[in-house]
């Protein structure tokens, strides 16, 4: 019987990870490829303690909410299930389509440039609703290059049905 797949990939990543994770690296859209996965280099603190220091893909660009939304509408993909949300308090479940996602976060760039939000500002986004928690906090960063934290609080009680 071959060796498991799990252990035949973690082997490939440790024997070899400049190639491992060139290789897994290549299946995304990058802004800017990077000219190698692993930099190793040695470290040295104030105190004088010397350590190895690694970078990843150090010189590449890319965004990670591009490649988890917009390239799967841009490949047709628009109409596949993205989030599938199950409260276990309200027993209710949501899904929500990579194109619903894309125009959700289209909107709320829209909004918070009308607000006067620019490149450099913090936003701080508080939201009882866990999956516009997910929506938000996954995908701004296209849109509206600014750091962005969003806040879930709790589940509304079962008597109550989400907001929307």
Known sequence: MPPHTQITTTAHSLADPESFWSYHAAKLHWHRKPSRALTRHTKTLPSGVSHEHWSWFADGEISTSYNCVDRHVLAGHGDNVAIIWESPVTGSTETYTYAQLLDEIEVLAGV???EGVKKGDVVIIYSMHLPNTLRWQSHHHTYLPIPISVFPSRS?????????
């Open 156 to 164: 509304p009680p079962p008597s109550q049905p989400p907001p929307q």
């Open 112 to 114: 918070l440039r009308e």
